[in-house]
């Protein structure tokens, strides 16, 4: 069956970094779009960035732009997050998910990231 186990959340300082992982397993990695997700406390879903099969295409939220890059590798099943400039509004479950932004089919259980000081 389909998995997406997230790891690599936690507690950091405004201004610091994080780099979030993605491992996927139970399907053919390497042919689908694959999307990271926030959802805030007491808010909905807000899609954060997109990258394409090959990991050529990316495309980003423009709350992130700049300071998040996302990437894969195809070899090890792996999507990954690289967050910089971290926000208290960056404060969130990120999950990964099979598809683009919130249009899913799929999805892990989430990792926390809190920026507070």
């Known amino acids: 069956q389909v998995q997406l186990v997230e790891s690599g959340g936690g507690l950091v300082q405004p201004g610091g970094s994080l780099r979030l992982s993605c491992a996927a397993s139970?399907?053919?990695?390497?042919?689908?779009?694959m999307s990271w997700v926030r959802q805030a406390p007491g808010k909905g879903p807000e899609w954060v960035s997109i990258i394409s099969p090959g990991g050529a295409s990316t495309t980003y939220a423009d709350s992130v732009k700049g300071r998040f890059t996302i990437s894969r590798d195809n070899n090890r099943n792996t999507l990954y997050l690289q967050m910089s400039s971290l926000k208290p509004e960056d404060t969130a479950l990120y999950f990964c998910?099979?598809?683009?932004?919130?249009?899913?089919?799929?999805r892990g259980q989430g990792t926390q990231v809190t920026v507070s000081s």
């Open positions: 139970g399907f053919t990695f390497d042919v689908y779009f």
């Open positions: 998910a099979r598809g683009t932004g919130l249009g899913y089919d799929a």
